[in-house]
């Protein structure tokens, strides 16, 4: 009641009204008798005593004496504070008073008109400030993204995130904005992007073609990673190994599809450079930097090889790999599937590490799914289930993410099977031996690793030939998604 008087317009409603919309479902005596109860309380709670006024007829809120999260929220954004925690409640804006809406139908119409009147209010203030040119560009952009979160059809914020993308040498990422959003349009409406949009797209495309690598620092919220030319001091190794073993690491983890990694054409330009990982970081923007040396020793190579993060030149991983000398002059160069197989569990284990206390409405896809990754092996149904939500906010975040929806498969296909092994009575006919445990530690250990690159043990049963069966199937159904 409080919150409907707050946001009403001179905060006074009649007692008859109040009555009805709060307790829709029983008589009008007794909807009255449960107001005056209410006020009652409300009195007695309330610190301030002439905050509610009450007449024969009319309740009223003294709406001078207060102020709401919403004009709080708004004026932090105009008085330009712009971080992490003022942008996340702007994203849970559209969820506003959710917790009220289902207490009567009259209740939830009042509640839609309120949200939408709010989230024009603060889309307007976020127009105004990534409108201003004087605000640096990474502030425009989470700006204008943020306003897109609200209205993902806000044109005017896709081209603010185009342009401010661009303006931080990430053309990349200003074209993938473009392409998710003309897609959107596509499906939604039928419809194209504007001129002014196709033009800004077509602008940057040029731009992008005509100088593709640029000494300028490229900034991106995503996670990225940067494979740099390995040490071949005091070998007789020719250049063209050395580039083509970076070239080899740095397509394989491209192919992961996350964490985006940085081109190899932007990275050769260290070669027989010893930068720091800093250095790193403050050139190209990547969030951690692979590093190593080759070392050899007759027909033998050892490969050293680092992980580390570029904001403080912490090592993350490190290990030393054995080849032979002629694999490095394959055209294949199997050891860098081998290096690939560790760095990348070990960017998720980090990047896992470091989210671990980020809110949920903060996270990238690539992050929702490693949280959810890590929810998937802890081989319980609750986690199961929370996973699931989580890799549909991540394809509801990002629609082309291929990882999110490859596993989101594997999700339902263990959830339905788990239905089925952890309750036997739902299956027609045996006796089903096999625990809801037992399944998942197969089902994991044929899938493929969790997401810090474990893999569960099988140890139990498989129970019952259906049983056995629906998990082949299951298996297949994993490799079918892989290679998707």
């Given at each position: 009641?409080?919150?409907?008087?707050?946001?009403?317009?001179?905060?006074?409603?009649?007692?008859?009204?109040?009555?009805?919309?709060?307790?829709?479902?029983?008589?009008?005596?007794?909807?009255?008798?449960?107001?005056?109860?209410?006020?009652?309380?409300?009195?007695?709670?309330?610190?301030?005593?002439?905050?509610?006024?009450?007449?024969?007829?009319?309740?009223?809120?003294?709406?001078?004496?207060?102020?709401?999260?919403?004009?709080?929220?708004?004026?932090?954004?105009?008085?330009?504070?712009?971080?992490?925690?003022?942008?996340?409640?702007?994203?849970?804006?559209?969820?506003?008073?959710?917790?009220?809406e289902d207490i009567s139908e009259d209740l939830s119409v009042w509640l839609r008109a309120q949200r939408?009147?709010?989230?024009?209010?603060?889309?307007?203030?976020?127009?105004?400030?990534?409108?201003?040119?004087?605000?640096?560009?990474?502030?425009?952009?989470?700006l204008a993204k943020a306003a897109q979160e609200l209205d993902p059809f806000d044109e005017d914020a896709?081209?603010?995130?185009?342009?401010?993308?661009?303006?931080?040498?990430?053309?990349?990422?200003?074209?993938?904005?473009?392409?998710?959003?003309?897609?959107?349009?596509?499906?939604?409406?039928?419809?194209?992007?504007?001129?002014?949009?196709?033009?800004?797209?077509?602008?940057?495309?040029?731009?992008?073609?005509?100088?593709?690598?640029?000494?300028?620092?490229?900034?991106?919220?995503?996670?990225?990673?940067?494979?740099?030319?390995?040490?071949?001091?005091?070998?007789?190794?020719?250049?063209?190994?050395?580039?083509?073993?970076?070239?080899?690491?740095?397509?394989?983890?491209?192919?992961?599809?996350?964490?985006?990694?940085?081109?190899?054409?932007?990275?050769?330009?260290?070669?027989?450079?010893?930068?720091?990982?800093?250095?790193?970081?403050?050139?190209?923007?990547?969030?951690?930097?692979?590093?190593?040396?080759?070392?050899?020793?007759?027909?033998?190579?050892?490969?050293?090889?680092?992980?580390?993060?570029?904001?403080?030149?912490?090592?993350?991983?490190?290990?030393?790999?054995?080849?032979?000398?002629?694999?490095?002059?394959?055209?294949?160069?199997?050891?860098?599937?081998?290096?690939?197989?560790?760095?990348?569990?070990?960017?998720?284990?980090?990047?896992?590490?470091?989210?671990?206390?980020?809110?949920?409405?903060?996270?990238?896809?690539?992050?929702?799914?490693?949280?959810?990754?890590?929810?998937?092996?802890?081989?319980?149904?609750?986690?199961?289930?929370?996973?699931?939500?989580?890799?549909?906010?991540?394809?509801?975040?990002?629609?082309?993410?291929a990882l999110g929806p490859c596993a989101d498969g594997r999700v339902v296909c263990d959830c339905d099977?788990?239905?089925?092994?952890?309750?036997?009575?739902?299956?027609?006919?045996?006796?089903?031996?096999?625990?809801?445990?037992?399944?998942?530690?197969?089902?994991?250990?044929?899938?493929?690793?969790?997401?810090?690159?474990?893999?569960?043990?099988?140890?139990?049963?498989?129970?019952?030939?259906?049983?056995?069966?629906?998990?082949?199937?299951?298996?297949?159904?994993?490799?079918?998604?892989?290679?998707?």
């Amino acid at each position: 009641m409080i919150t409907f008087l707050a946001l009403t317009t001179g905060g006074m409603r009649s007692r008859e009204y109040l009555a009805q919309l709060l307790w829709p479902d029983v008589p009008a005596t007794k909807a009255r008798a449960s107001l005056r109860q209410l006020m009652l309380v409300l009195k007695q709670d309330l610190q301030d005593a002439d905050l509610l006024q009450q007449s024969r007829n009319d309740i009223s809120l003294d709406q001078s004496r207060i102020s709401t999260d919403v004009d709080v929220l708004i004026g932090r954004l105009e008085g330009g504070e712009h971080n992490e925690h003022t942008l996340a409640q702007v994203g849970a804006l559209p969820h506003a008073l959710a917790d009220i809406e289902d207490i009567s139908e009259d209740l939830s119409v009042w509640l839609r008109a309120q949200r939408e009147r709010i989230v024009a209010r603060v889309a307007t203030c976020l127009q105004t400030q990534y409108s201003d040119r004087a605000l640096p560009a990474r502030m425009r952009n989470r700006l204008a993204k943020a306003a897109q979160e609200l209205d993902p059809f806000d044109e005017d914020a896709v081209r603010v995130v185009m342009a401010s993308h661009t303006e931080l040498n990430n053309s990349v990422a200003a074209l993938r904005v473009y392409g998710d959003f003309f897609d959107m349009l596509d499906r939604e409406l039928g419809a194209e992007p504007s001129v002014e949009t196709q033009d800004l797209a077509v602008s940057i495309k040029l731009a992008k073609d005509k100088n593709p690598v640029s000494v300028m620092p490229a900034v991106s919220d995503e996670v990225s990673v940067a494979v740099l030319p390995f040490d071949a001091a005091g070998t007789d190794l020719p250049e063209h190994i050395i580039i083509g073993l970076m070239d080899h690491v740095t397509c394989q983890l491209a192919g992961l599809r996350a964490p985006a990694v940085i081109s190899s054409n932007s990275t050769r330009r260290f070669l027989r450079q010893h930068p720091e990982p800093r250095e790193i970081g403050r050139v190209l923007q990547a969030t951690y930097a692979v590093t190593g040396a080759i070392r050899t020793d007759g027909e033998k190579a050892v490969i050293s090889v680092q992980l580390a993060k570029t904001s403080d030149n912490r090592v993350v991983w490190a290990n030393r790999h054995v080849c032979a000398l002629d694999d490095l002059y394959d055209v294949n160069i199997p050891i860098a599937a081998e290096i690939v197989q560790v760095v990348s569990p070990s960017i998720n284990s980090a990047e896992l590490t470091r989210t671990v206390a980020t809110p949920l409405t903060e996270l990238e896809p690539y992050h929702l799914l490693l949280r959810a990754k890590d929810l998937i092996f802890q081989l319980s149904w609750p986690e199961f289930e929370r996973a699931g939500v989580l890799l549909k906010h991540a394809t509801t975040q990002s629609p082309y993410f291929a990882l999110g929806p490859c596993a989101d498969g594997r999700v339902v296909c263990d959830c339905d099977l788990a239905r089925l092994v952890a309750h036997p009575s739902r299956r027609s006919g045996g006796s089903g031996r096999a625990s809801a445990k037992g399944h998942f530690a197969f089902a994991g250990r044929r899938t493929g690793t969790g997401a810090l690159g474990t893999q569960p043990a099988c140890d139990a049963p498989l129970g019952t030939a259906r049983q056995n069966k629906l998990l082949k199937q299951r298996c297949n159904l994993g490799r079918m998604t892989r290679k998707l």
